[in-house]
């Protein structure tokens, strides 16, 4: 197998050769030195259809780019263009792995570009090789590439259909963590609660919210310990495919103590919007501690939770 490395935006290609013909395109091109004795500066192929898409290549028999480089005038450029883009949708963009041949007659093989993944939109609608060879190699008749004044150059494109998964995700300013929403709730008759207390909903973060408390504790917690979630509602406005991260402190309040409040933070647990979501902590407080009375934490039969709110983040796909 011959092996050969060209220059091409400041980085080496490397080429293979093949016996095969490109699957998709083949240009003969006659009396090659015209094109330089007319003052050919680019030289446009007819349309080829790959993926659904249509192409075109694009040839530069003096080099093409941008820059400073004056030895690009050296090499002959050749890319690949994608075509008809304006009956695509005004996002569009298309992945496409590519090479391009050109053909040797002395040896009866293809020389070409191992197959390079691009992507293809509106901004950069043409990709290729500045320096895909140089004219001196070109038009040495001890190389092959021309015979009688003509060459034959060649392009192979297979489009990636696969639509990859896009998020977007939006981080919220520091401003909403400095300023995090903030709730208190009193709930009463507490030794009364059986299973579990739940909150009024929160709105906040474009998101609504609601805090579930189980006296008695739940899973791990169950009998030992005092359970507290937060729980994410729902909302018909909101995409499935949504996700958002608060960052929230839920605590207990000493009612005696104004600073020996017992409380948890979380930050690193995403919501899904598909679903009514919970998540905190199954032990949050022991029962033994939270029913002491020098504790402060329940005082005439009344417990104080409060919470503090921030989103985040919030992902979209």
Known sequence: ???????????????????????????????????????????????????????????????????????????????????????????????????????????????????????????????????????????????GYIVDDMCVFGAEVFVNENKAVTECMFLKSIVDKDLPYKREFKISNFSTLKEEWSSEKLTFGGHEWMIYVYPNGNGEGAGQCLSIYLHHVVSNNCSSSERVRPCYTIRIKDQSNDHKHHQWTISDYWFSASKHDGYGWASFIKLSSLNDPKNGFIVKDCCIIEIELAVQAISSS
């Open 1 to 143: 197998m011959y092996l050969a490395q060209l220059q091409a935006d400041e980085i080496e290609i490397e080429m293979e050769t093949r016996e095969a013909s490109p699957a998709h395109f083949l240009v003969k091109i006659d009396s090659f030195s015209l094109l330089q004795k007319h003052g050919i500066q680019k030289l446009e192929t007819m349309e080829f259809k790959s993926g659904e898409y249509k192409w075109r290549l694009v040839i530069y028999p003096n080099g093409h780019g941008t820059g400073n480089d004056h030895d690009k005038a050296d090499y002959v450029s050749v890319s690949l263009t994608i075509m008809n883009t304006t009956a695509l949708p005004s996002n569009w963009e298309v992945n496409a792995t590519y090479s391009i041949f050109l053909f040797n007659h002395v040896s009866d093989k293809y020389c070409y570009s191992l197959g390079r993944a691009r992507r293809f939109h509106a901004l950069n609608q043409e990709w290729g090789f500045e320096k895909f060879i140089s004219k001196k190699d070109l038009t040495d008749p001890l190389n």
